[in-house]
């Protein structure tokens, strides 16, 4: 399948305080993983995300604590990562009971349409149960499941520049009218 060219890259929100330090993207997200082979194998070979690094130590680096782990790194378009720690005890990373499973998730973006469906595709003929796809007000999505139990996003963005130029205008607002609606108790200290 061709590459296509880039989704957009750019920040279309202003800034809140354009002398603050620019942060320019999302380096990479991190998740415990259960096994580093398992999850090499899903994220290069299926999802086609390069490894692109390994980090290995006894030691915690910024604490100094044991705790020996293999620290998985895959490469994003943009160069970006989504990166996995084995810690070796096979247990993975799971959610409370009391949280539901659609709520932490990772969303990756992919350029087209066309691209967004043969992943669905690839996802199935793998025999992964796949959701979607939904489509949302500036993008379409589809939702699986990694090995560790991760819930996974692919997201194929529509032409949205101006919706979301729209979309920030009105945030705040929006924003204290939920807080309004779910929890008033907390109007004070709302955005």
Not at 29 to 56: H, K, N, Q, V, W
Not at 97 to 119: C, G, K, R, S, Y
Request: aromatic share 10%; glycine share 6%.
């Amino acid at each position: 399948m061709p590459i296509a060219a880039p989704a957009r890259m750019r920040q279309v929100a202003p800034r809140p305080d354009p002398d603050a330090p620019f942060i320019s993207r999302l380096h990479h997200y991190g998740y415990r993983c259960r096994d580093a082979e398992e999850t090499r194998a899903f994220y290069e070979d299926l999802l086609g995300l390069p490894l692109a690094r390994i980090i290995s130590h006894d030691h915690i680096p910024s604490t100094g604590e044991y705790a020996p782990y293999c620290h998985l790194f895959f490469e994003l378009g943009d160069g970006s990562y989504i990166a996995f720690f084995d810690v070796f005890d096979g247990k993975g990373c799971v959610l409370a009971d009391d949280v539901p499973d659609w709520l932490h998730h990772i969303a990756l973006m992919v350029n087209t349409e066309e691209e967004l469906l043969a992943m669905k595709a690839k996802l199935e003929a793998q025999g992964l149960e796949v959701i979607g796809p939904v489509k949302h007000t500036i993008m379409t999505s589809i939702y699986f499941y990694d090995p560790n139990g991760h819930r996974m996003e692919l997201v194929w963005e529509h032409d949205c520049e101006d919706i979301l130029k729209a979309d920030h205008a009105v945030a705040h607002d929006k924003l204290r009218q939920v807080i309004a609606k779910y929890a008033p108790q907390r109007l004070h200290s709302a955005v």
